[in-house]
């Protein structure tokens, strides 16, 4: 096609020098109000909001405890604890979804009311209209993490109080070192809240289709966590978005490492920028100017998608097994055995024992897997004997321990000991008061890399 | 090639139509004028200034839609309006108000567009497009969906924002819309112009136009129709006197009138730029035949 063309109205109408311009900023201010004006990012913000204040009300009228969630067994003791447990079921579902929620329809939203062509015809470019709603996106992301985490942290200390966080060394924080590592915690989820937040919005603009991109992050998600209970190499895990949510845990541990939180945010910048790469080539390409071709509802199209996405998922099942194991049974016995040192000094401490500081606890530990390979996330069984010393002919008295262990691939674990060999979970302290038994549930994480 | 060496000048103040059948031009025209596409080949001049594809700097003293307008169906109008304000960098304070007032929605500004009919929106699409305080108004089909009552109204919309200086380009199919409301009229056929002029150049150069006529007496207006060598007369087969004209009718009118035959109904069947239009956009030959033959179409509504 080609076409010359020339319009030349009047010289006496007012020349368009005096125009303002949009550009980012203005594609953000008005994406931003129509993000704020939206029923769904309002309930998301309540939601954020209410829902770590009723999940805390809800702990206050029962002695039960999310015990499977790491810190969960601590949550009536320690503020920050509540805090915790919601930032661990964040990152492993509420994070998927809110990002799905509120980035999944805001290119989609575009097809569905076909103002492509109106915002176009404006003053804003292609690429000032990615960036701004990009940008859009991102900030409504950010805000309902740092609404979560205010929320649940002010939940935490208003209606459990600030007790001191137990972490995952068995370590009792001051109040201080507490809030600065859930705070910093939190600010680590920030680089893969924003990688599902670009993931709702590649799905948005490649499907043109609001349900896929608010719904996709969530099924991504699921199947990521999927895979991150099968295999046994470390690779392939570690690549996974949703396992840089847990990035986090490291700083809890006796002695930080910091290599999975290096490669979370790696994993995260790599996710957005793969994101963001694919869908700005997918805007620049798009024909906005064509009439929209209705399509017919078929089954064509989704079952290719299905047996393709079924084809990728048996793949990555298959390179979950890529890489050294990065879950043995001497790492394992390497965390587990000081953490339940400590854990025993915090109990005789707490029974109003003496504890001389420093004090080890002879201990021997064994671990094997419950399954056919030695190595891997699943189930394992820590066997702990410890010698005290006592006086006459036998020095010491063995005191067997067992854990039934539940090990992640992140290298987390929670180990629960029958009542028989550590007593209950809530015990009587010094002073009368019901508290957490230390050693009933101990959680625990070490480096699988 | 959808459009080829298409030259326009739009003059402050003037209303153009631009016209053609289906699959024309006329859209893919405007498509490119806003830079919704590129053009494969040439170049595309506005305001003196080449129009590079995406550069919507270039889309300055420039505003109207393709198609139709479109808004977020779940807002009220009025913010509709500003945030289409927002992405021009923001309206100054009370433009929407003035814009909403000068499209007739002042009252209406604060509900959802989803409770809008068709002629809302449409005023809500040139409202949005005053927001950019245009030189240039480009309009694709304004009337579409739109009762005559509708279509009216925006015709004297349009008419009033061409009085206060803005240039308009109206691109439209149905003919009778624009007649009334363009100053000059650019006609394209498979992506050409074919005719570019004045309305009244236009009426002067229609092959003709089509009437038809019920009198007193049918059957001497038929008698005096023959003493008129620009008019052919007929009558329908249901009984109507259908009349085929090359020229102007006031003078056998006149006569009608003279022979003492009261003229009880002359209804325009096809005016002189529909007949334009067909002629150009058609291989047909519009004799006083083809004239006919067209009202019956017109009338049959073919």
New interface residues.
């Given amino acids: 096609?080609?076409?010359?063309?020339?319009?030349?109205?009047?010289?006496?109408?007012?020349?368009?020098?005096s125009?303002?311009?949009?550009?980012v900023w203005?594609?953000y201010?008005?994406e931003r109000?129509?993000l704020a004006?939206?029923l769904s990012t309002r309930l998301l913000a309540l939601l954020c909001v209410v829902g770590p204040f009723a999940f805390a009300g809800v702990l206050k009228i029962q002695t039960g405890s999310p015990a499977d969630t790491l810190f969960g067994v601590w949550v009536h003791q320690s503020g920050f604890a509540l805090s915790l447990v919601v930032l661990g079921f964040c990152g492993a579902w509420g994070f998927p979804v809110l990002a799905g929620v509120l980035a999944g329809d805001i290119f989609a939203?575009e097809d569905r009311?076909?103002?492509w062509?109106?915002?176009?015809?404006?003053?804003?470019?292609?690429?000032s209209l990615f960036a701004g709603k990009l940008l859009a996106a991102f900030t409504f992301s950010i805000g309902l993490l740092v609404l979560l985490a205010v929320s649940s942290l002010a939940a935490g200390l208003l209606l459990i109080g600030d007790g001191s966080l137990v972490d995952l060394g068995g370590r009792t924080l001051s109040t201080g070192h507490g809030l600065a590592l859930v705070l910093a915690a939190w600010l680590l989820n920030v680089l893969p809240m924003l990688a599902f937040t670009s993931l709702a919005v590649l799905l948005s603009i490649a499907t043109r289709n609001g349900i896929v991109g608010v719904i996709g992050p969530a099924l991504v998600d699921l199947v990521m966590q999927l895979l991150l209970l099968v295999g046994t190499g470390v690779w392939l895990h570690s690549l996974l978005a949703a396992s840089a949510f847990q990035g986090w845990y490291t700083l809890f541990t006796a002695h930080p490492y910091f290599g999975p939180l290096v490669i979370a945010c790696i994993v995260s910048l790599i996710w957005i920028a793969a994101c963001l790469v694919g869908s700005w080539l997918l805007i620049r390409r798009r024909?906005?100017?064509g009439?929209p071709v209705s399509r017919r509802p078929g089954w064509v199209v989704p079952v290719r998608v299905a047996v393709g996405s079924a084809i990728l998922v048996a793949f990555l099942a298959i390179a979950s097994n890529w890489g050294p194991a990065g879950d043995t049974a001497a790492k394992l016995k390497a965390s587990l055995e000081p953490t339940f040192n400590s854990l025993t000094l915090l109990q005789q401490r707490e029974l109003g024992r003496t504890v001389a500081p420093g004090a080890k606890l002879n201990v021997l530990t064994t671990c094997s897997r419950r399954a056919s390979t030695p190595a891997g996330p699943g189930d394992w069984i820590c066997t702990l004997d410890v010698f005290i010393p006592q006086p006459g002919a036998q020095p010491f008295n063995q005191t067997p321990v067992t854990y039934d262990v539940s090990l992640q691939s992140n290298g987390c674990y929670k180990a629960e000991s029958p009542p028989t060999f550590v007593g209950q979970q809530t015990m009587k302290d010094a002073h009368g008061n019901q508290v957490v038994n230390p050693l009933f549930v101990i959680y625990g994480c070490f480096n699988p890399l | 090639m959808a459009v080829d060496r298409v030259d326009l000048v739009v003059e402050e103040g003037e209303v153009r139509g631009l016209l053609g059948p289906n699959g024309a031009g006329k859209t893919t025209l405007l498509r490119l004028l806003f830079g919704l596409v590129a053009p494969d080949d040439g170049a595309i001049e506005l305001f003196d200034r080449p129009l590079g594809s995406s550069d919507s700097i270039n889309l300055d003293g420039v505003a109207g839609f393709v198609e139709e307008p479109t808004f977020y169906p779940y807002l009220s109008g009025r913010v509709n309006l500003e945030l289409y304000a927002e992405l021009d960098g923001g309206a100054d304070a009370g433009r929407v108000g003035e814009v909403l007032e000068q499209v007739g929605l002042a009252g209406r500004g604060g509900d959802r567009v989803s409770g809008y009919s068709t002629g809302m929106r449409q005023r809500l699409g040139i409202a949005a497009a005053l927001l950019r305080s245009p030189r240039l108004l480009l309009l694709d089909e304004p009337t579409s969906g739109l009762d005559p009552a509708g279509a009216r109204d925006m015709g004297r919309l349009v008419r009033e924002l061409a009085g206060d200086g803005t240039a308009v380009l109206l691109s439209s199919h149905l003919i009778g819309d624009l007649e009334t409301v363009c100053d000059s009229f650019t006609v394209l056929r498979l992506g050409k112009v074919v005719w570019n002029g004045s309305a009244a150049q236009l009426r002067d150069q229609a092959p003709g136009s089509a009437y038809r006529l019920a009198t007193s007496g049918d059957a001497r207006a038929l008698e005096i129709a023959e003493h008129h060598p620009h008019i052919h007369a007929t009558r329908s087969q249901t009984g109507e006197i259908r009349l085929a004209v090359q020229g102007r009718i006031d003078a056998y009118v006149l006569d009608l009138g003279r022979a003492d035959i009261a003229v009880r109904r002359l209804e325009l069947v096809v005016s002189p730029l529909e007949s334009m239009f067909f002629a150009l956009t058609t291989d047909v030959e519009l004799d006083s035949a083809g004239l006919a033959e067209l009202a019956e179409a017109a009338l049959a509504g073919t």
Avoid: C
């Fill in positions: 096609m080609s076409a010359t063309h020339a319009l030349r109205p009047g010289e006496a109408i007012p020349g368009p020098a125009r303002r311009h949009g550009g203005s594609v201010r008005a109000r129509k004006t939206q939203s009311y076909g103002t062509k109106m915002v176009l015809t404006r003053s804003s470019t292609r690429r024909d906005f100017a009439t």
